[in-house]
C-alpha cells in the first residue's frame, strides 16, 4: 500500500528513471552477489570478500536510485556513479589476480570461498556485456532526461519563445527543425554543440551553428562576436627549403620520394624565384594561408601508390605534388601540409563526431589544394561546412572535368553523371596536369633545366643508335613484338622494368634491362639515348616531357580512333569527353617535330620510315618555359593573385548598360580588320575581369565544332572566364546571325545558333559555359583570347 501510494505521486519522468535505472541496479546487484560483493571493499585492511563489503554495496546502489528518482539534476551523477562502479569492478578483478601470489592463508581461504560462488567461464565477458549495457542505458537515460527538462520548460510557459519561427527568408527552418526532433543523436556533433533535445536547443543550433532559421531575439548576439579576418601580410620568395621537407613529413615511400625530388630541384626552384621577381618588379604580393591535403596518400584512401613507389608504379601524381608543394613554399605563402584524416581535422576545426555538423570556428585558410580523394573526405567530414567554403577549394584533377560532368542535376539529366564529377565547382576550379582542358586551370609540373655545360656533354655524348622504352612494367610489354622487333634493326633497346629476382619474360631477350632505376640514374640514360619510345600506355605522364628535355626524340604511337570515356575502358567514367589522339597529345600539339613524331604503330612501313628519319636527324634539348620551374612560378602566381570564385560576380550587361553602346546596332563588339573575329571595343565602359577583356576574341565555330577547336584553328586559346561578357544578344547581332527566336536554357553548347531553326539560344546556369563538347545542331560562339609564348595558361596582359 505505501509502495503504491509512493508510486502515485512520481511524474512519468520520474518512473521512467526507476525503470531504466532499476535496470542497471540490478544488472549490478546480480553481477555483485555473483562475486560475493567483493568489489566494494573501501579500505585496504578490508577483505574483499566481507558480508559488511557487501552490504555497503547494496547502500550505494539504493541511495544513486533515490536520488536519480527525487533530484532531477543530481541524475545525471547516476550515469558517472555507474561508470565509476564499473571501473572500480575491473580493479577488484585484478586485486583477484595479484592475491594468487601472495601466502596470506586466511586471504587464500577467502578466494577459496568467493571461487565457489563465482561461475569463472565467461566472467571477464559478462562484465564487458554489462559494460556495454550500461553505456547504452546511459545514452538512453541521458535522452530522457533531455526530453523530461524540455517537457518541464513546456510547463513552466518557455515554449512560447522556442516555437519555430515562420520566416519567408528561412523556409527550410521548419523541415529542419522536424530532422533534428528525430536525429539529433544520430551524430554527437550536435551534443557537441550544445544540443540536448529541446526545440529550444534544436532552434539555437540551427540560427548560430547551420544557417536555417532566424537569429532567435532572445538570444544575446553579442555572445559570439564576428570574426575579422586576419592582416592582409605580403608574401616574399623564399630559397631555403628545410621547413618545406620537415612538413612533408616521414612514414610513406612516397613522402621519401616527393622530399627527393624537392632536394634535387630546390637550387633550380631558388633561381627561378629571383627571375620571376624580377620580372615582377618586386610587385606587392598577398600572403594567402593554403592548407594542401594530399588524399589519395591518405591510408582511408587505401594509398596504393605508396607501395609502388619502388616496384615500377606510376610517380605522375606524386611528381606534380612535390611541385606544387615547392612553387606555394618558393611563392612565399602560409602553408600547411595534411596526408591524414586526423591531420586534416586538426587544421579544418572538424568537430568531434560523424561530419554531420559544420567546423568549429572560420575556415583558417584562403585555399585549400585537394584532390578527388581529398575532396570527397571533406564532404564527409566537414558537413555543411564544404558547400559554404567550396569557393577555396582547387582540386589537382590529371585528366580535367568539363563542366557538362561537374553540374550536378545537369549531369544527371543528360547522361553525364559519373564516380568523379557532380561537384557544382567553378570550371577553373579544376587544375590539370597538361593545360588540354581550357575549362580547367592549368597546374602543371616541372622538368629539370639543364645548364649550358650540361647541353654541350648531351650533344657530344649522345648514341645515335640507342632508344629507351617508356614502360617500367612487365605488363606494358605484352604485344609489342612486332614494332620492337623493326626497332631492333636500327637500334640497340634500353628498358628500366621492375623485376625482383627473374626477368620478365614479357621483355624480348635483345632487350638490355636495366631494372628500376633511380631518377639520376634515368636521366644519364635518357642523356645518351637518341630515341624515348612509347607503348601507348601511360597517358600522359611527365616522362616523354623530360626525355626531351635531355635530348631524346619523343616516337608515340596515334589513336585512330582517338580515345576516348565513350570507346576505351580506361577513360570510361572519367568526367571528360576528350578525345585522345596519341598517348601524349600535348607533345603531339604543342611540341611536335623533329622532337616528336606520332604514327600509326600498326602500319610498319610507316614506323619504319619514322626510325629511318629519326636516325638521320639531330636534335638539341627541349623544354617548354610553361613546365620550367619559372613558368610554373609564374603560372601559379597569377592563379593565386587573380582568380577568386568567392565573390559574386556583377550581373552582365549591367541595366541599361545598351544605351551607352555605339555602334549601329549597338554594342560591344568591334570587327578586327581583315578578319572575322570580334574584340572588345575600347570606347566601351571597362568592367573587371581576369583575364582582362583586352584578351577577349569572339568568334563563332562551325557547325559540329568545339570552341576548343574553334579557338585553336584562329591560333587562340577558349577562355570560359570570358563566356559572361558574350552571352548576350548583341554577340549574335554583331556576328551577323540573324535571331527569329532567343531562348535562355541550361546547355552546355550555349550561347549558341542553330541554322535549322533560327534560334539564338543563351546559357542561363554559369557553371555550364563550357569551351568543350560540340553538336551538328549548333554553330557555337566563343570567347577566345591570346596567350604568352610558352605560356598558355596566361594571356599577354594577364601577368
Known amino acids: 500500500m505505501l509502495l503504491c501510494n509512493f508510486t502515485a505521486l512520481l511524474s512519468p519522468s520520474h518512473l521512467c528513471r526507476i525503470f531504466v535505472v532499476g535496470i542497471g541496479f540490478f544488472s549490478l546487484c546480480f553481477l555483485m552477489t555473483s562475486l560475493g560483493g567483493q568489489f566494494s571493499s573501501k579500505r585496504p585492511g578490508d577483505s574483499p570478500f566481507t558480508p559488511r563489503a557487501e552490504e555497503q554495496s547494496r547502500q550505494e546502489m539504493s541511495e544513486f536510485i533515490l536520488v536519480t528518482v527525487l533530484g532531477g539534476q543530481e541524475s545525471r551523477g547516476v550515469l558517472r556513479k555507474i561508470s565509476d562502479m564499473l571501473e ?17 592463508t586466511h586471504r587464500l581461504d577467502e578466494l577459496s570461498s568467493a571461487l565457489d560462488r563465482i561461475q569463472p567461464i565467461g566472467l571477464v565477458e559478462r562484465i564487458q556485456a554489462i559494460a556495454q549495457n550500461m553505456s547504452d542505458m546511459a545514452v538512453r537515460v541521458e535522452q530522457i532526461l533531455q526530453r523530461s527538462m524540455a517537457s518541464s520548460r513546456v510547463r513552466d510557459g518557455a515554449l512560447g519563445q522556442c516555437e519555430t519561427p515562420k520566416d519567408p527568408h528561412y523556409p527550410d527552418c521548419a523541415s529542419k527543425m522536424d530532422w533534428m526532433r528525430a536525429r539529433w543523436t544520430s551524430d554527437p556533433c550536435y551534443a557537441f554543440y550544445g544540443v540536448d533535445g529541446s526545440d529550444c536547443s534544436f532552434l539555437i543550433y540551427l540560427s548560430e551553428v547551420e544557417w536555417f532559421c532566424p ?11 564576428t570574426l575579422k579576418p586576419p592582416p592582409k601580410k605580403q608574401a616574399v620568395f623564399q630559397s631555403d627549403i628545410g621547413t618545406l621537407l620537415e612538413q612533408v613529413g616521414t612514414g610513406k615511400e612516397s613522402l621519401s620520394f616527393m622530399k627527393r625530388r624537392i632536394r634535387r ?14 620580372k615582377l618588379h618586386n610587385h606587392w604580393r598577398e600572403q594567402k594561408r593554403i592548407l594542401v591535403h594530399v588524399g589519395f596518400l591518405t591510408e582511408e584512401s587505401g594509398d596504393v601508390f605508396s607501395p609502388k613507389v619502388l616496384k615500377g608504379g606510376p610517380l605522375g601524381e606524386m611528381v606534380q605534388w612535390a611541385d606544387i608543394l615547392t612553387a606555394l613554399h618558393v611563392l612565399g605563402h602560409n602553408l600547411k601540409i595534411s596526408v591524414s584524416l586526423k591531420e586534416l581535422h586538426g587544421f579544418l576545426g572538424v568537430p568531434p563526431g560523424r ?107 649522345k648514341v645515335n643508335n640507342m632508344a629507351v622504352v617508356y614502360g617500367k612494367e612487365a605488363s606494358m610489354w605484352k604485344g609489342r613484338e612486332k614494332f620492337l622487333t623493326i626497332l631492333h634493326r636500327y637500334m640497340e633497346i634500353h628498358g628500366t622494368v621492375y623485376y625482383e629476382t627473374q626477368r620478365p619474360p614479357e621483355v624480348p631477350a635483345f632487350v638490355k634491362n636495366h631494372g628500376l632505376l633511380p631518377q639520376q640514374e634515368l636521366q644519364q640514360l635518357l642523356r645518351k639515348a637518341k630515341l624515348f619510345i612509347g607503348f601507348g600506355f601511360p597517358y600522359e605522364g611527365p616522362a616523354p616531357l623530360e626525355a626531351i628535355a635531355n635530348g631524346c626524340i ?10 576516348s570515356s565513350l570507346n576505351h575502358e580506361f577513360f570510361r567514367g572519367k568526367p571528360t569527353s576528350r578525345k585522345v589522339s596519341s598517348q601524349h597529345p600535348y607533345a603531339e600539339q604543342y611540341i611536335g617535330r623533329p622532337h616528336v613524331f606520332t604514327v600509326d604503330f600498326n602500319n610498319s612501313e610507316e614506323f619504319d620510315a619514322a626510325i629511318r628519319e629519326i636516325m638521320r636527324i639531330n636534335v638539341e634539348p627541349f623544354l617548354p618555359y610553361e613546365y620550367t620551374c619559372e613558368g610554373m612560378l609564374e603560372r601559379v602566381h597569377a592563379y593565386i593573385q587573380n582568380q577568386d570564385f568567392c565573390s559574386p560576380e556583377a550581373p552582365f550587361p549591367p541595366v541599361n548598360s545598351s544605351g551607352a553602346w555605339l555602334g549601329s546596332p549597338p554594342g560591344p563588339f568591334i570587327l578586327l580588320p581583315n578578319s572575322s573575329i570580334l574584340t572588345w571595343a575600347s ?16 568568334l563563332a565555330s562551325l557547325e559540329g565544332q568545339s570552341c576548343v577547336k574553334a579557338c585553336q584553328s584562329a591560333g587562340l586559346i577558349c577562355e570560359p572566364a570570358l563566356y559572361r561578357f558574350i552571352n548576350i544578344k548583341e554577340a549574335f547581332t554583331a556576328l551577323d546571325f540573324q535571331c527569329e527566336g532567343l531562348e535562355l536554357e541550361m546547355n552546355h553548347l550555349f550561347p549558341a545558333f542553330s541554322a535549322e531553326h533560327a534560334e539564338c539560344g543563351l546559357q542561363q546556369d554559369p557553371l555550364l559555359f563550357s569551351c568543350a563538347g560540340s553538336s551538328a545542331k549548333y554553330q557555337r560562339l566563343c570567347p577566345c583570347r591570346d596567350y604568352r609564348i610558352g605560356q598558355v595558361a596566361l594571356c599577354r596582359d594577364c601577368l
Open 355 to 461: 561530419g554531420s555538423c559544420p567546423l568549429t570556428g572560420p575556415l583558417p585558410f584562403d585555399l585549400i589544394y585537394t584532390d578527388y580523394h581529398g575532396l570527397q573526405q571533406m564532404k564527409q567530414h566537414m558537413g555543411l561546412s564544404l558547400r559554404k567554403h567550396k569557393c577555396h577549394i582547387r582540386v589537382i584533377d590529371t585528366f580535367g572535368t568539363e563542366p557538362a560532368y561537374n553540374h550536378e542535376e545537369y549531369a544527371t539529366l543528360h547522361g553525364y553523371r559519373t564516380n568523379w564529377g557532380y561537384w557544382n565547382l567553378h570550371g577553373q576550379q579544376y587544375m590539370t596536369m597538361f593545360p588540354h582542358t581550357p575549362d580547367n586551370s592549368f597546374m602543371g609540373f616541372v622538368a629539370e633545366e639543364l645548364n649550358e655545360t650540361e647541353r654541350l656533354n648531351i650533344q657530344r655524348n
Open 215 to 225: 537569429p532567435l531575439p532572445w538570444r544575446n548576439q553579442t555572445a559570439t562576436p
Open 554 to 563: 619523343f616516337l608515340q604511337p596515334k589513336f585512330d580512333p582517338p580515345r
Open 265 to 278: 630541384l630546390a637550387a633550380q626552384w631558388a633561381s627561378a624565384a629571383r627571375r620571376l621577381d624580377d
Open 88 to 104: 572500480v569492478i575491473m580493479k577488484r578483478m585484478d586485486a583477484l589476480s595479484k592475491l594468487g601470489n601472495t601466502t596470506d
Open 683 to 698: 570606347n566601351v565602359s571597362y568592367y573587371t575581369s581576369w583575364p582582362p577583356l583586352s584578351a577577349l576574341q569572339l
